[in-house]
């Protein structure tokens, strides 16, 4: 396979930096399609810690090329920070090894301010617990026509033209929630000065990506969030505000469909979920905090403590379907060792109603109860198993009951966080 997409398939906090650190090694081109600095991944190479939010995971390996493509939105500042800190860490990133879609939106001081005052002024049930990041409020942006692009960065009268449209908009919100209006000389100063250091780094990502799959080049494409985050699929509106799933990812460069060979779902063997909406297995007991302990589950973003339920097998199957998942790489199988008895869910009860998929209402999503199965747990330890040979009977037949239920098969198997401890089954860049 030439090109993978690396999807997580719940909502988010799967696993995904130690397998797309694996992938990435052995891709050429490495990008990320959707999102911006709301994620967060953890690297671990050499035993040194690499904390990426913007930058895709490709930059600390030598010789790739890392993409940032125009499906994302860009905190110009944030970037440079990061790539400030990733440099520090002995990384070298040049134009040659980071490119910027010239058509990426940015997003700007006001993007943050906006998401925070209104998250601030929510009430409870309409709050969506966000990263803050101004991740929704520059999407709204783009959709609206009054983005700020990389582009724009590069003439100073067409920066002016694309500020005052901005503001238009902006001015009135902000008078709206009590706000001053735009010092709107400060921020041209402030992205005119940004602009020195961004536009090293614009390309024709398109263009680029397009002559890279012409000569044959392994595309890695990284996913953030999970496909429950997504903002058609999800559990709206508590999403984020891009597409998540895999077909975002041919959009989010300027490829084709066709460009797609893989899709690898990554799926964590219980649920998580950070900030607010329907999470149907959640659990708020001593299990539930089990959970929470054994799979340190606090956000790499936030820090926020992340909710903690047993597996939805309704969820993924739905997330393997609308992300055209080939395989998944299961994390964390061994949170789940010394549990006696382990659940898994199969469907929903809703006011009496059996039902095999989750509802698009957020209000029926809410009061879905979840119809369990129930399976033995493992005494023994999985963590740092790299072969079948190694997991217990019990672990065995719970991975071959996910599989069966989510209608997928297992790709990988990871059984802690160091990179060796895997069980591979398919190979997501195999021919
Ligand atoms: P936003 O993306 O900051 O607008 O946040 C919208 C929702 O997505 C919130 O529930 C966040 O907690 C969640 N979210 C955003 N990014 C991530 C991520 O990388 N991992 C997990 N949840 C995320």
Redesign the pocket.
């Known amino acids: 396979m030439a090109n993978v997409v690396v999807v997580?398939a719940q909502?988010?906090?799967e696993g995904k930096g130690k397998i797309v650190d694996w992938l990435s090694e052995r891709a050429d081109v490495i990008c990320r399609f959707q999102?911006?600095h709301?994620?967060?991944?953890t690297l671990v190479i050499d035993g040194k810690v690499y904390k990426l939010h913007a930058l895709p995971s490709g930059v600390v390996r030598g010789g790739k090329l890392s993409v940032i493509g125009n499906g994302v939105v860009l905190d110009p500042w944030h970037l440079m920070k990061e790539i400030a800190t990733i440099r520090e860490q002995g990384v070298e990133i040049t134009p040659e090894t980071l490119m910027i879609a010239e058509n990426t939106p940015l997003i700007l001081p006001i993007h943050g301010e906006l998401?925070r005052a209104r998250e601030e002024a929510a009430s409870k049930g309409t709050k969506?617990?966000?990263?803050?990041?101004?991740?929704?409020p520059a999407y709204e942006d783009k959709v609206g026509r009054r983005s700020v692009r990389v582009a724009d960065l590069a003439d100073a009268a067409t920066l002016e033209a694309r500020v005052d449209r901005a503001l238009q908009h902006h001015d009135p919100l902000r008078k709206g929630l009590g706000f001053e209006p735009v010092d709107r000389d400060a921020l041209l100063a402030q992205l005119n000065e940004i602009a020195d250091h961004i536009l090293p780094f614009a390309a024709p990502v398109w263009k680029v990506m397009n002559e890279k799959r012409k000569a044959g080049k392994r595309i890695l494409f990284e996913g953030?969030?999970?496909a429950l985050?997504d903002i058609d699929f999800g559990t709206y509106p508590?999403?984020?505000?891009?597409n998540v799933i895999a077909g975002q990812a041919a959009t989010g460069v300027g490829l084709g469909p066709g460009a797609i060979d893989y899709v690898l779902g990554i799926v964590k063997a219980y649920t998580t979920?950070?900030?607010?909406?329907p999470f149907p297995t959640e659990l708020e007991d001593a299990d539930g905090q089990r959970l929470g302990e054994r799979g340190h589950e606090f956000?790499?973003?936030?820090g926020?403590k992340?909710r903690c339920g047993w597996f939805d097998a309704c969820l993924v199957r739905q997330t393997c379907a609308t992300s055209g998942v080939n395989g998944i790489s299961l994390t964390k199988l061994d949170v789940l060792d010394g549990f006696e008895t382990l659940k898994i869910c199969v469907g929903y009860d809703l006011d009496g109603k059996r039902l095999d998929y989750l509802p698009i209402a957020a209000e029926e999503q809410a009061r879905c109860v979840p119809i369990y199965e129930e399976m033995p747990g493992w005494s023994q330890s999985t963590e740092g198993a790299r072969s079948w040979a190694d997991l217990p009977a019990e672990a065995i037949k719970y991975v071959r009951r996910v599989e069966e239920l989510i209608e997928c098969p297992v790709a990988l198997l990871s059984t802690s966080p160091e990179r060796e401890d895997t069980i591979l089954v398919t190979d997501p860049f195999a021919d």
Not at 38 to 41: F, I, M, T
Not at 128 to 136: A, L, Q
């Open positions: 997580g909502w988010g906090d999102g911006g709301n994620a967060g991944h998401d969506i617990g966000t990263t803050g990041r101004g991740i929704g953030a969030q999970g985050l508590f999403v984020t505000s891009s979920r950070v900030g607010e909406g956000g790499t973003t936030t926020r992340r």
